[in-house]
Protein backbone atom coordinates (compact mmCIF):
# COMPACT_ATOMS: atom_id res chain seq x y z
CA UNK A 1 0.00 0.00 0.00
CA UNK A 2 1.48 3.15 -1.11
CA UNK A 3 2.03 6.06 1.45
CA UNK A 4 1.72 9.54 1.79
CA UNK A 5 3.43 11.13 -0.69
CA UNK A 6 4.35 14.50 -1.21
CA UNK A 7 5.22 16.85 -4.20
CA UNK A 8 7.57 18.65 -4.50
CA UNK A 9 10.43 17.42 -2.28
CA UNK A 10 12.45 20.83 -2.72
CA UNK A 11 10.95 24.32 -3.73
CA UNK A 12 13.07 27.28 -3.94
CA UNK A 13 11.19 30.72 -4.12
CA UNK A 14 11.79 34.11 -3.41
CA UNK A 15 10.51 36.43 -1.02
CA UNK A 16 6.81 37.79 -1.66
CA UNK A 17 6.38 35.09 -4.24
CA UNK A 18 3.52 32.15 -3.90
CA UNK A 19 4.26 28.57 -3.43
CA UNK A 20 2.00 25.57 -3.71
CA UNK A 21 2.84 22.37 -2.38
CA UNK A 22 0.72 18.93 -2.79
CA UNK A 23 -0.13 16.16 -0.91
CA UNK A 24 -1.98 12.63 -1.86
CA UNK A 25 -3.09 10.73 1.69
CA UNK A 26 -3.21 6.95 2.12
CA UNK A 27 -5.72 5.48 0.19
CA UNK A 28 -8.82 5.33 2.16
CA UNK A 29 -7.73 8.24 4.44
CA UNK A 30 -10.41 11.69 4.37
CA UNK A 31 -8.39 13.24 6.81
CA UNK A 32 -5.26 16.02 5.83
CA UNK A 33 -3.06 17.45 7.92
CA UNK A 34 -0.28 20.16 7.07
CA UNK A 35 2.47 20.78 9.43
CA UNK A 36 5.53 23.29 9.28
CA UNK A 37 9.03 22.18 11.05
CA UNK A 38 10.88 25.24 11.38
CA UNK A 39 14.54 24.47 12.46
CA UNK A 40 14.44 23.99 16.36
CA UNK A 41 10.50 24.45 16.63
CA UNK A 42 8.91 21.16 16.37
CA UNK A 43 6.10 20.77 14.31
CA UNK A 44 3.19 23.78 14.18
CA UNK A 45 -0.39 22.71 12.89
CA UNK A 46 -1.41 24.43 10.43
CA UNK A 47 -4.22 23.38 8.94
CA UNK A 48 -6.88 20.16 9.07
CA UNK A 49 -9.21 18.54 5.88
CA UNK A 50 -11.63 16.23 6.45
CA UNK A 51 -13.96 15.01 3.61
CA UNK A 52 -13.32 18.34 1.17
CA UNK A 53 -13.99 20.95 4.37
CA UNK A 54 -11.35 22.81 6.67
CA UNK A 55 -12.06 21.38 10.25
CA UNK A 56 -9.54 23.32 11.31
CA UNK A 57 -6.57 25.72 11.53
CA UNK A 58 -3.40 26.61 13.47
CA UNK A 59 -2.23 30.26 14.55
CA UNK A 60 -0.94 31.24 11.67
CA UNK A 61 -2.08 34.30 9.04
CA UNK A 62 -4.42 33.94 6.64
CA UNK A 63 -2.07 34.18 3.76
CA UNK A 64 -1.52 29.98 4.84
CA UNK A 65 -4.54 28.14 3.12
CA UNK A 66 -5.30 25.62 0.78
CA UNK A 67 -7.91 22.75 -0.65
CA UNK A 68 -9.14 19.68 -0.18
CA UNK A 69 -10.01 17.95 -3.43
CA UNK A 70 -12.48 15.23 -4.04
CA UNK A 71 -9.85 12.55 -4.48
CA UNK A 72 -8.81 13.74 -0.90
CA UNK A 73 -5.73 15.08 -2.07
CA UNK A 74 -4.47 18.48 -0.66
CA UNK A 75 -2.80 21.36 -2.02
CA UNK A 76 -1.05 24.32 0.92
CA UNK A 77 -0.97 27.78 -0.71
CA UNK A 78 1.45 29.65 0.84
CA UNK A 79 0.93 33.76 -0.44
CA UNK A 80 3.57 36.57 -0.22
CA UNK A 81 6.19 34.30 1.30
CA UNK A 82 8.81 35.59 3.81
CA UNK A 83 12.02 34.52 4.88
CA UNK A 84 10.86 33.04 8.21
CA UNK A 85 8.69 30.77 5.83
CA UNK A 86 11.52 28.09 5.41
CA UNK A 87 11.09 25.29 6.24
CA UNK A 88 9.96 21.52 5.85
CA UNK A 89 6.34 21.07 5.42
CA UNK A 90 5.20 18.01 6.16
CA UNK A 91 1.85 16.16 5.12
CA UNK A 92 0.06 13.92 7.13
CA UNK A 93 -3.13 11.58 6.97
CA UNK A 94 -5.41 9.86 9.00
CA UNK A 95 -8.62 7.66 9.74
CA UNK A 96 -10.46 7.91 12.90
CA UNK A 97 -10.15 4.83 14.30
CA UNK A 98 -12.45 3.01 17.49
CA UNK A 99 -12.00 5.00 20.55
CA UNK A 100 -11.25 8.09 18.53
CA UNK A 101 -7.24 7.89 17.98
CA UNK A 102 -5.91 9.88 15.76
CA UNK A 103 -3.22 7.89 14.17
CA UNK A 104 -0.86 9.89 11.54
CA UNK A 105 0.73 8.87 9.27
CA UNK A 106 3.30 11.48 7.47
CA UNK A 107 4.58 11.63 4.15
CA UNK A 108 8.62 12.26 3.55
CA UNK A 109 7.63 16.30 3.34
CA UNK A 110 8.57 19.43 1.03
CA UNK A 111 11.58 21.43 1.99
CA UNK A 112 10.33 25.25 0.68
CA UNK A 113 13.44 27.37 1.11
CA UNK A 114 12.55 31.47 0.62
CA UNK A 115 15.64 33.98 -0.71
CA UNK B 1 -2.94 26.35 24.94
CA UNK B 2 -1.86 22.85 24.97
CA UNK B 3 2.00 22.38 25.30
CA UNK B 4 4.19 19.42 25.22
CA UNK B 5 8.21 19.76 26.23
CA UNK B 6 11.35 17.42 26.09
CA UNK B 7 14.92 17.78 26.37
CA UNK B 8 16.74 18.47 22.60
CA UNK B 9 19.05 16.06 22.85
CA UNK B 10 20.26 12.46 24.35
CA UNK B 11 23.69 11.16 24.05
CA UNK B 12 23.78 7.20 24.61
CA UNK B 13 26.20 4.51 23.94
CA UNK B 14 25.49 1.37 21.82
CA UNK B 15 23.90 -1.56 24.02
CA UNK B 16 22.47 0.96 26.40
CA UNK B 17 19.41 1.84 27.34
CA UNK B 18 18.08 5.30 26.08
CA UNK B 19 15.27 6.64 28.15
CA UNK B 20 13.80 9.62 25.96
CA UNK B 21 11.38 12.33 28.56
CA UNK B 22 8.11 14.14 28.10
CA UNK B 23 5.73 16.26 30.00
CA UNK B 24 2.25 17.63 28.98
CA UNK B 25 -0.40 20.08 30.27
CA UNK B 26 -3.27 19.38 28.03
CA UNK B 27 -5.27 17.10 31.28
CA UNK B 28 -8.16 15.90 28.47
CA UNK B 29 -5.15 13.92 26.78
CA UNK B 30 -6.77 10.28 25.62
CA UNK B 31 -3.47 9.05 23.62
CA UNK B 32 -0.20 10.15 23.79
CA UNK B 33 2.16 9.03 21.03
CA UNK B 34 5.64 8.12 20.15
CA UNK B 35 7.03 9.03 16.50
CA UNK B 36 10.64 8.91 15.20
CA UNK B 37 12.05 11.30 12.22
CA UNK B 38 15.23 10.13 10.78
CA UNK B 39 17.28 12.33 8.33
CA UNK B 40 14.88 13.46 5.44
CA UNK B 41 11.76 11.71 6.36
CA UNK B 42 8.83 11.85 7.70
CA UNK B 43 7.37 11.45 10.94
CA UNK B 44 7.27 7.26 11.96
CA UNK B 45 4.39 6.49 14.22
CA UNK B 46 6.31 4.54 17.31
CA UNK B 47 4.03 3.73 19.58
CA UNK B 48 0.94 4.90 21.45
CA UNK B 49 -0.64 5.24 25.06
CA UNK B 50 -4.13 5.02 26.12
CA UNK B 51 -4.51 7.16 29.05
CA UNK B 52 -6.22 4.89 31.24
CA UNK B 53 -2.81 2.39 30.93
CA UNK B 54 0.29 2.86 33.12
CA UNK B 55 2.71 1.00 30.71
CA UNK B 56 2.83 -0.71 27.31
CA UNK B 57 5.74 -2.63 26.00
CA UNK B 58 6.10 -3.20 22.60
CA UNK B 59 9.84 -5.07 21.35
CA UNK B 60 12.51 -2.83 22.58
CA UNK B 61 10.00 -0.07 23.53
CA UNK B 62 8.49 0.33 27.00
CA UNK B 63 6.28 3.40 27.36
CA UNK B 64 5.46 4.36 30.75
CA UNK B 65 2.52 7.04 31.52
CA UNK B 66 2.16 8.87 34.75
CA UNK B 67 -1.22 10.52 34.40
CA UNK B 68 -0.91 12.22 37.31
CA UNK B 69 2.45 14.02 36.96
CA UNK B 70 1.46 14.24 33.09
CA UNK B 71 5.02 12.09 32.36
CA UNK B 72 5.37 10.08 29.54
CA UNK B 73 8.48 8.56 29.10
CA UNK B 74 10.05 5.99 25.87
CA UNK B 75 12.45 3.25 27.16
CA UNK B 76 14.59 1.93 24.18
CA UNK B 77 16.22 -1.26 25.42
CA UNK B 78 19.99 -2.06 23.55
CA UNK B 79 19.85 1.16 21.49
CA UNK B 80 21.46 0.81 18.33
CA UNK B 81 23.12 3.16 16.47
CA UNK B 82 20.25 3.08 13.59
CA UNK B 83 18.07 4.45 16.14
CA UNK B 84 20.00 7.49 16.34
CA UNK B 85 16.67 9.84 15.50
CA UNK B 86 14.81 12.43 16.60
CA UNK B 87 12.05 11.30 18.95
CA UNK B 88 8.73 13.28 19.17
CA UNK B 89 5.92 13.05 21.52
CA UNK B 90 2.48 13.93 21.17
CA UNK B 91 -0.54 14.60 23.14
CA UNK B 92 -4.04 13.73 21.88
CA UNK B 93 -6.77 15.50 23.63
CA UNK B 94 -10.31 17.08 23.17
CA UNK B 95 -8.96 19.07 19.87
CA UNK B 96 -8.07 16.12 18.13
CA UNK B 97 -5.27 17.18 16.45
CA UNK B 98 -2.18 16.26 18.31
CA UNK B 99 0.28 18.52 19.90
CA UNK B 100 3.81 17.73 19.33
CA UNK B 101 7.00 18.36 21.58
CA UNK B 102 10.24 20.16 19.46
CA UNK B 103 11.34 16.27 19.45
CA UNK B 104 14.80 14.70 21.23
CA UNK B 105 17.45 14.18 19.22
CA UNK B 106 19.18 11.01 20.23
CA UNK B 107 22.62 10.59 19.33
CA UNK B 108 24.10 7.06 19.70
CA UNK B 109 27.92 6.13 19.85
CA UNK B 110 29.67 3.21 19.36
Known amino acids: EAGVTQSPTHLIKTRGQQATLRCSPISGHTSVYWYQQALGLGLQFLLW???????NRGNFPPRFSGRQFPNYSSELNVNALELEDSALYLC??????????????FGPGTRLTVL | GEDVEQSLFLSVREGDSSVINCTYTDSSSTYLYWYKQEPGAGLQLLTY?????DMKQDQRLTVLLNKKDKHLSLRIADTQTGDSAIYFCASQGGSYIPTFGRGTSLIVHP
Open chain 2, 49 to 53: IFSNM
Open chain 1, 49 to 55: YDEGEER
Open chain 1, 92 to 105: ASSLVLSGGRNEQF
